[in-house]
């Protein structure tokens, strides 16, 4: 189905569909011991040049529950620190017979850049690059949306209202939920301060807003906060603090006017009272637990599909 994992962008609809039905069919049968054996003898590397909580488990979790040996690699505490490069890295962790690597980097383009380089003939999938892509977050909240809306086997996003809030500009969840969820029929709007939105939207189809009151009262029926990237900012572009909170914040004045059927979602980490108020993001409406939950089905459908796909390639 797939043999790399790295954009939203290049993924069609049937192949996206096709992971998430896989996804949905794994969390059907997850306590089936044969799923246990799915990847049996085969080797998951998780490279990460970044920090990271829930994406760094979740993979780690999704290649031992398909029965896949896993090893986390952090840069921090390994030779990078004695000047070792990044392909130098890749290729002795390769030499050690590694079937996907799954990579995240500070470096936009850093996947691609690595499948290029042909330094390894391994899977490679992309979890997170730089102001990017994050492709498996999409994946999970697409999942996350189709179970909250009970939609059907068939059923696309059509008629679907979602409204994208906080640093766009340097969200690569933003990215891939923008060109997924899109492509799958969602309307996305993408709303930011003027300073943390893009200049020009990434696709003709989406709207970009700097008032959050006024997309909200578009009665959206997905709302998705962003968590404030400070790490990622090159200049000062924020707004003060109070600023954003009464521009930004879906505060629980805000939440009361979402439609009753509306969720929220959060990709985490969460700035409680930054972003999103404690309140919403642990009320009812809130999807976030489930994301997390359903991370770890929707990167195992991926590490099972690229890596049996690579095995058909390779012959
Ligand atoms: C995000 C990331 O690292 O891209 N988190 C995640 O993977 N769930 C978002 C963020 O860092 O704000």
Do not use: W
Not at 73 to 97: N, P, Q, R, W, Y
Not at 206 to 218: G, N, P
Not at 234 to 247: A, F, K
Not at 264 to 276: A, D, F, Q, Y
């Amino acid at each position: 189905m797939i043999k790399n994992f790295v954009s939203t962008v290049t993924l069609d609809n049937s192949q996206a569909m096709k992971l998430i039905h896989l996804a949905e069919s794994i969390k059907a049968q997850a306590g089936d011991p044969n799923i246990r054996k799915l990847l049996e003898h085969k080797t998951v590397a998780n490279v990460f040049y970044e920090d990271s909580t829930r994406t760094r488990v979740s993979f780690e979790l999704a290649g031992k529950r398909l029965g896949a040996d896993v090893i986390n690699f952090s840069s921090k505490g390994s030779s990078v620190s004695k000047g070792e490069t990044f392909f130098d890295t890749i290729a002795t962790l390769d030499a050690m017979a590694v079937d996907a690597f799954v990579l995240r980097s500070p470096e936009s383009g850093a996947a691609e850049k690595l499948i290029d380089s042909k330094t390894t003939s391994a899977t490679v999938i992309n979890a997170g690059d730089g102001t990017n892509e994050h492709p498996t977050q999409a994946l999970l909240d697409a999942l996350t949306i189709r179970e909250k809306f009970s939609l059907g086997a068939n059923q696309d996003f059509t008629g679907l209202n979602v409204l994208i809030t906080g640093d766009i500009k340097h969200s690569r969840v933003a990215r891939s939920n923008a060109h997924l969820l899109s492509n799958l029929g969602a309307k996305v709007t993408l709303c930011a301060p003027v300073a943390l939105l893009p200049e020009t939207a990434d696709r003709t189809d989406l709207v970009l807003t700097s008032d959050f009151d006024d997309a909200l009262a578009t009665k959206p029926d997905v709302v998705m906060m962003l968590r404030v990237q400070t790490e990622r900012m090159t200049e000062s572009l924020m707004p003060t603090r109070e600023q954003y909170v009464s521009g930004y914040q879906l505060s629980a004045e805000r939440a009361a006017r979402l439609a009753s059927h509306a969720i929220v979602m959060h990709p985490g980490p969460m700035i409680r009272e930054l972003e999103i108020a404690s309140i919403v993001a642990d009320g009812n409406q809130s999807a976030i637990r489930q994301q997390v939950t359903n991370g770890v089905y929707a990167r195992m459908a991926v590490l099972f599909s690229a890596i049996a796909q690579k095995d058909s390639i390779d012959g």
